[in-house]
Structures are given as C-alpha cells and as structure tokens.
C-alpha cells in the first residue's frame, strides 16, 4: 500500500467514524460501515506490520542479498519478531527457501534461536 492508499484510508476510517456518531443509522447499514471500518483498520494495520519488518530485517542486514546472510543474521531477525512469511517476501523467495535455510544450519539455527526471544518481540502486533 502506498503512502497516498494509506492516507485514503485513514480519510475513509474518519468519514465513517464521523458519519457513525452523528447519524441515527439503521442497523443493516451500521453494521455495513463497521464491517468497512474494521477492514480498513485491518489493511492499515498491516502494512505498519510489513513497513516495521521491512525496517527491520534492512537494519540487521543492510544491503545484503538472501544468499549473502549469515545464520547469526538470520536468527537476530527472527529474534525482533519478524515471521518467516514477511523474511520471504522481503527477500522475494519462497517460504520453502526459508525453511530449506533453516533445516541446512539446523544445529547452528537450533543452538542459536530462541523461541521465547521471539514470542516475546512478535507480542507487540498481537495486542
């Protein structure tokens, strides 16, 4: 999503929000305008998600390429809660690659990674 969709969509979000709270709506088209409301809130949500990880991963690897990173790299990216799913598409790889990395420098990856570490950083975007 572009800065100029995100900023459409925080105009829609207060337009609903204004229309909302000052109009007698009925049910059908109140439960309309939140269910919109929520996917706009959603999609917003996502893309600070995707932005946040994008950041992350370029601050932990700088310019480097998927094949250039190290284990160590790797697992400090994990342990900033960034999930597989967003390294891959950062990386434009398969998910499958992801996991292929993981298996290769399975004793290293194991001996490094913390689950907790990660759980515990990933919990910022559950709450």
Known sequence: MAVMEVTENKARQR??????????LPHNELKELQRELN???????EEKK?????????????????????????????HAGVPGDAIADYFKIARSTIFNFTQRNKEEYHRRFNTG???????FWND
Do not use: C, P
Not at 16 to 23: G, H, K, L, P, V
Not at 39 to 45: A, E, G, H
């Open 15 to 24: 337009e609903i929000i204004s229309y909302i709270t000052n109009n007698d």
């Open 39 to 45: 996917q706009l809130m959603n999609r917003n949500t």
């Open 50 to 78: 995707k932005n946040f990880w994008n950041k992350t991963i370029k601050r932990f690897i700088g310019n480097k390429q998927w094949n250039d990173i190290t284990v160590a790299e790797f697992v400090e990216i994990r």
């Open 117 to 123: 570490i990660y759980h515990k950083s990933k919990e």
